[in-house]
């Protein structure tokens, strides 16, 4: 079994392989070959009662890929307020200051463990390649300009994954931090060989731009309806980024799992019935199908040509990446798996100890 | 990160250690402080469609024992007829014709991964168990004759659980294969220092039993209505070993786990429509709750002192154990976890393999 880390899988990881990775498997989950299973989520008061301790797991099978793929994370959550909004924060409390997040895959021929390693790069890129996927479909063709709120780890991906689907000329960021987001600015630069701008404002950052996209921590909505100029695409990594109005008013609304749509991120059970971010708000009456009639697609029928993409340069369309999906990690962990082997990365401990001549 | 195998935590986990782990576990299940997961499980077809892939997984969090225990199983399926009686067969297809099924053990206080571990002993215990504790309120207190259907993996279990919560003086075994039969009777009148009766006929073996025990692989009834004289508690590993007419003839009937009734073995997901051990017969009316009013208890209910357990010598009892839970594995696998620990067992890898710098 493969022992990978995040610095090896890093190496063999580009956006070009998690996006070819993903859109096959967006073909096989339209076409029922490839299935998820629903996101289990544990969320219980620490000791402490200061914080909470969440494990939250959710696997997939790619069969044409021959990997099974569970992702696992064990956390330490609070929610305070930062910059006016409340927010999603990991505490690193495991020793060293370090998080916890797994991805284990499997054969599906022989059932054998293949690789374990952590999720954060991997995370990382899949969310970004989601989104760029559906900027590929959605977005103007020749949409150049990104507005960006959000500077935080998930951002960089978000942008690597545009500029690998549309010829994206120059970046607009904005982030509550100044001088994070003139750090992420430089860096960005550098790595897309392209003008990233930090912005002093949300607006300044998102005006005219083709692609408005939020990465952030945000737990309630950072998008204004007043942005959205006329054939704009908005890319939201969490569906709470966005708002009723904005939902309401695109011409064209696709959501990365309607599948998954009943599922909540952290939904309490057990003691934790005071978490913040829950079912609520606009989006529970999405769920309930109870805004008007409005359609809502998904990014595996968009993908596959089951559902509609961008129809003229005149439409706003909106793209909210409600949940992730075992298959993702199936699909590019099998590919991480392959690149990883070839290369002669990662450290072998004995399969056989993850084995047993018994079975329950 | 400590790595174990079966046979060390066989030289940890006893029958008691077990039983008092799960008993408290149960409490804190009742009191709403230890939580569970879902089940999930994905299957799907094998390349050559002559088998399915099933990867299953359950996570459980108990923060008295500090501990949150995932669960999963990487499995080749089949379901051939033998002895008359479909019957669900798990191919051990990796390497080394080995079965896969894991334990994962994390800290709730840091989040970080503490053990990992094959589930076969910990799963075979776990069942024994939960009957055990079953039998230990519902049975008969002075319950001394065991008629038990099955001499597979989990039948041994079974006897060693009855025989930790009551006097039990005789057991008498019925399988379909006579000569597994009288192998598995000569091993376990060793192991449990009483007399362990090979039986030609189900008949024979449940006769005037206190405790009517089934331990099978079968996915349709094995019991009989015809076999349950007064007094007797019924058991089983499965609820599928049972009948509606048994359901409905019992006085008092306890599930494992009422929060997974609708959770069924193995639902058909993506291709596999075919897999015979779905949602059907009289179990799909029971959880529809439309069995005619008949009230059904959860184990952890009867084990907190919250539904009613045996009233009088005469009644008979019914406990279908309908699933596992993510809390079992945790509750356990912390006190295989202290064990092993405190006996030197297992090897040692770094746990910082497992952790991440970034977090997603």
Same mark, same amino acid.
């Given at each position: 079994?493969?022992?990978?880390?995040?610095?090896?899988?890093?190496?063999?990881?580009?956006?070009?392989?998690?996006?070819?990775?993903?859109?096959?498997?967006?073909?096989?989950?339209?076409?029922?070959?490839?299935?998820?299973?629903?996101?289990?989520?544990?969320?219980?008061?620490?000791?402490?009662?200061?914080?909470?301790?969440?494990?939250?797991?959710?696997?997939?099978?790619?069969?044409?890929?021959?990997?099974?793929?569970?992702?696992?994370?064990?956390?330490?959550?609070?929610?305070?307020?930062?910059?006016?909004?409340?927010?999603?924060?990991?505490?690193?409390?495991?020793?060293?200051?370090?998080?916890?997040?797994?991805?284990?895959?499997?054969?599906?021929?022989?059932?054998?463990?293949?690789?374990?390693?952590?999720?954060?790069?991997?995370?990382?890129?899949?969310?970004?390649?989601?989104?760029?996927?559906?900027?590929?479909?959605?977005?103007?063709?020749?949409?150049?300009?990104?507005?960006?709120?959000?500077?935080?780890?998930?951002?960089?991906?978000?942008?690597?994954?545009?500029?690998?689907?549309?010829?994206?000329?120059?970046?607009?960021?904005?982030?509550?931090?100044?001088?994070?987001?003139?750090?992420?600015? $430089? $860096?960005?630069?550098?790595?897309? $060989?392209?003008?990233?701008?930090?912005?002093?404002?949300?607006?300044?950052?998102?005006?005219?731009?083709?692609?408005?996209?939020?990465?952030?921590?945000?737990?309630?909505?950072?998008?204004?309806?007043?942005?959205?100029?006329?054939?704009?695409?908005?890319?939201?990594?969490?569906?709470?980024?966005?708002?009723? $109005?904005?939902?309401?008013?695109?011409?064209?609304?696709?959501?990365?799992?309607?599948?998954?749509?009943?599922?909540?991120?952290?939904?309490?059970?057990?003691?934790?019935?005071?978490?913040?971010?829950?079912?609520?708000g606009w989006w529970s009456?999405?769920?309930?199908?109870?805004?008007?009639?409005?359609?809502?697609?998904?990014?595996?029928?968009?993908?596959?040509?089951?559902?509609?993409?961008?129809?003229?340069?005149?439409?706003?369309?909106?793209?909210?990446?409600?949940?992730?999906?075992?298959?993702?990690f199936a699909a590019v962990?099998?590919?991480?798996?392959?690149?990883?082997?070839?290369?002669?990365?990662?450290?072998?401990?004995?399969?056989?100890?993850?084995?047993?001549?018994?079975?329950?």
């Amino acid at each position: 079994m493969l022992i990978l880390s995040n610095e090896e899988i890093e190496k063999v990881l580009t956006m070009e392989v998690c996006l070819e990775a993903l859109e096959q498997a967006y073909q096989q989950l339209a076409d029922g070959t490839a299935v998820n299973s629903p996101r289990a989520d544990i969320v219980v008061p620490t000791a402490d009662a200061q914080a909470y301790y969440a494990f939250k797991s959710m696997a997939g099978v790619v069969p044409r890929a021959g990997v099974a793929a569970l992702r696992l994370n064990s956390d330490i959550l609070t929610w305070p307020r930062l910059g006016g909004v409340q927010r999603r924060v990991k505490l690193p409390a495991a020793p060293g200051s370090r998080w916890v997040g797994l991805v284990l895959l499997f054969s599906t021929s022989t059932g054998e463990p293949l690789s374990i390693f952590p999720d954060g790069v991997l995370q990382r890129m899949r969310v970004g390649a989601t989104n760029g996927l559906a900027a590929k479909y959605l977005s103007r063709e020749d949409a150049h300009i990104v507005g960006l709120l959000g500077s935080g780890w998930q951002a960089g991906a978000q942008l690597l994954a545009f500029c690998a689907v549309r010829p994206i000329q120059a970046v607009r960021v904005f982030s509550p931090n100044p001088e994070h987001c003139r750090q992420f600015a $430089e $860096e960005m630069s550098r790595i897309l $060989e392209r003008p990233v701008y930090p912005c002093d404002t949300p607006t300044s950052a998102v005006q005219d731009a083709d692609i408005l996209a939020s990465a952030t921590n945000a737990v309630e909505p950072v998008i204004r309806r007043e942005w959205l100029g006329k054939g704009v695409h908005v890319s939201c990594i969490k569906k709470q980024e966005a708002t009723e $109005e904005i939902f309401l008013h695109s011409n064209l609304a696709v959501l990365h799992s309607l599948e998954m749509i009943q599922q909540e991120n952290y939904l309490p059970r057990g003691e934790a019935g005071a978490i913040p971010e829950t079912r609520r708000g606009w989006w529970s009456q999405v769920t309930q199908h109870e805004l008007s009639g409005k359609p809502l697609y998904d990014l595996a029928a968009v993908v596959a040509g089951k559902a509609p993409r961008r129809a003229g340069r005149e439409q706003i369309t909106l793209f909210m990446n409600n949940i992730g999906l075992g298959i993702q990690f199936a699909a590019v962990g099998a590919r991480i798996y392959e690149l990883a082997k070839e290369n002669g990365l990662g450290k072998e401990i004995p399969t056989d100890w993850f084995l047993q001549a018994v079975h329950p």
